[in-house]
């Protein structure tokens, strides 16, 4: 079976964000952040918002663009690294949408989750026993930024996106091509690690039988990157991956009519353009907006440029995401 997309949705928090206001927090500029990342604005949570709100939030404009009731829904994919419970929160997307029927677990794989996760609906479509599938990137790490670190808390920023695949029943997928790789070697350059908070005999919250402790707690330390290494990654590794999709899809840059990455830095999706020869009006682009909202950047873009007419059906897009991990990926669909 193949799938085909019919539904597309996005939200963001309401706290607004600017590189003036930034700049007020640390030593930084408008002019430094935005010649060297694009961005100029980013959305963070606040007044107890979560990624669950978003994510329900940019399902519901799915699903209404779709034309599909909650309980169609049979397998929900909750792309993120930062959900609202550390066992995963697409359960609660679930519930509070009311799919009722389906399946619904997380996906993390940082930035990569959302192209991962719509492969991975894909997949799931062409096995066979599943109709509709919800595939949601929401991701907020503003909550793990380090807002002393100038090098990090001005890229960061929060939302969620969802789009809606549906089985066909002809041979036809809007999953052209697709292609994916990991490299842990690579964790050193950008990672947000768990750690054990040892305690000793006598520390306040050391739980102890005479010589015996019980297990220490964990907790995340904040977002630690070397951009320049990060950077070179995406440069090199992105064009890569895009041209395996194109191969596999029979492709070639030229033919495609969008190239959609993840909204890191606008320096990034310019080197990567000039590679694959794709020009610079095809090159979809909101994180001046938002700035680097992990696994929600791709669905995010997508969904505003669906709805202000810029991505027309049948138009094939080139998708990528990149990141901690380290993963990369890409995926070649038809809208
Ligand atoms: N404002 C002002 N100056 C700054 C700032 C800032 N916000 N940040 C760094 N600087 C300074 C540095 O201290 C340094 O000063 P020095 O020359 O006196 O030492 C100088 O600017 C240059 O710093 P670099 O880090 O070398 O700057 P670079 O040109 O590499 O840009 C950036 C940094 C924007 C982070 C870039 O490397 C980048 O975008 N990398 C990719 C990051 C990325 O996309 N990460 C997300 C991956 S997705 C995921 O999985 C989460």
Redesign the pocket.
């Known amino acids: 079976k193949g799938s085909k997309l019919i539904g597309c949705g996005s939200a963001t928090p309401k706290l607004s964000i600017s590189n003036e206001y930034l700049s007020k927090f ?4 408008d002019e ?2 935005s010649v ?2 694009g961005i100029r604005n980013r959305k963070i949570l606040s007044d107890g918002e979560t990624v669950t709100d978003l994510a329900v939030k940019s399902s519901k404009k799915a699903l209404e663009m779709a034309n599909l009731k909650a309980e169609e829904i049979d397998l929900v994919l909750l792309c993120t690294s930062t959900p609202d419970d550390l066992f995963g929160s697409a359960a609660q997307v679930q519930r509070e949408l009311g799919c009722n029927r389906a399946l619904a677990f997380d996906i993390t794989a ?2 990569s989750g959302f192209v991962l996760g719509l492969v991975t609906g894909s997949r799931f479509i062409k096995g066979g026993g599943f109709e509709n599938v919800l595939v949601v990137g929401a991701d907020a ?1 503003s909550r793990y930024v380090d807002w002393t670190d ?3 808390c ?3 920023g929060d939302g969620a996106g969802a789009v809606i695949l549906q089985a066909t029943s002809d041979e036809q997928d809007c999953l052209l091509g697709f292609d994916f790789h990991s490299d842990g070697n690579g964790q050193r350059h ?1 990672h947000a690690l768990v750690r054990s908070t040892d305690k000793k005999p006598g520390d306040e919250g050391a739980v102890s039988n005479g010589d015996v402790f019980l297990p220490s707690r964990a907790s995340v330390s904040c ?1 630690q ?1 070397n ?2 290494e ?2 070179r990654f ?1 440069v090199r590794c992105v064009p890569e991956t895009i041209q395996t999709a194109l191969e596999e899809a029979g492709l070639h840059g030229p033919d495609l009519d969008w190239l959609l990455l ?1 909204q ?2 606008q ?2 999706l310019d080197a990567v353009a000039e590679r694959l020869q794709i020009p610079p009006e095809r090159v979809i682009s909101n994180l001046s907006n938002y700035g ?1 909202t ?1 696994a929600a950047s791709i669905p995010l873009a997508l969904d505003e440029a669906v709805r202000c007419g810029k991505v027309k059906p049948g138009d094939v897009l080139a998708t990528a995401g ?4 380290l993963t990369w990926g890409s995926a070649i669909v038809r809208w």
């Open positions: 640390v030593d930084t500029s430094w952040i060297r990342t940082a930035c790490l100038r090098g990090t001005i890229l960061f950008l977002i990157m951009g320049k990060v950077f995406a993840h890191a830095n320096r990034i680097n992990s990149f990141g901690a991990g």
